[in-house]
């Protein structure tokens, strides 16, 4: 482990020793280098900038235009009550005169049960009579 720290330390003087050793071409060249790394990082970062600018813009606009158009379009369950969408056909009243004509039948459909009551009935008195007479045309003769 030893040496292996002894070789660190060797290779850390050599790169120190060879910075110095540089050349002034070497030193202009890291020099334009970092400059140029500087420039990209800064392009970079201006381009994340407009495009998180541009997203936050383009989702204030499409916020400002859903509120805006709450106010001119509608849309639900009950735009038949809206005067722009009303028209002759209206379902209030359509179901109204349903349970109208749902009486009209119902009622009728006990007329109809009362008079049929009442003509099983007349028959049954009728035939209740015939007996009755001959019953009493028999008892006569």
Same mark, same amino acid.
């Given at each position: ?5 002894? #070789?660190? @330390? %060797?290779?850390? &003087? ?5 910075? +110095?050793?540089?050349?002034? @071409? ?10 140029? $790394?500087? !420039?990209?990082?800064?392009? !970079?970062?201006? +381009?994340? +900038? ?11 606009? %499409?916020?400002?235009?859903?509120? @805006? ?12 009550? $809206?005067?722009?969408?009303? =028209? #002759? +056909?209206? $379902? =209030? =009243?359509?179901?109204?005169?349903? &349970? ?8 009728? /459909?006990?007329? /109809? ?10 028959? @049954?008195?009728?035939? &209740? ?7 009493? %045309?028999?008892?006569?003769?």
């Amino acid at each position: 482990m030893e040496n292996k720290i002894k #070789d660190w @330390e %060797g290779k850390k &003087e050599k790169s120190k020793g060879e910075q +110095f050793n540089l050349s002034e @071409e070497q030193k202009e060249n890291q020099e334009s280098n970092k400059q140029n $790394l500087i !420039k990209k990082f800064r392009k !970079k970062s201006l +381009f994340r +900038f407009k495009l998180a600018t541009l997203l936050l813009l383009s989702f204030l606009v %499409g916020v400002l235009i859903k509120v @805006e158009a709450k106010n001119y379009i509608t849309i639900g369950a009950e735009d038949y009550k $809206l005067k722009k969408y009303q =028209s #002759d +056909f209206k $379902l =209030s =009243s359509q179901n109204k005169q349903e &349970e109208a004509d749902l009486k009209k039948v119902e009622e009728k /459909d006990q007329t /109809d049960e009362k008079v049929k009551k009442e003509i099983e009935n007349s028959e @049954e008195n009728q035939i &209740e009579e015939e007996i009755k007479e001959e019953e009493k %045309g028999e008892n006569t003769n």
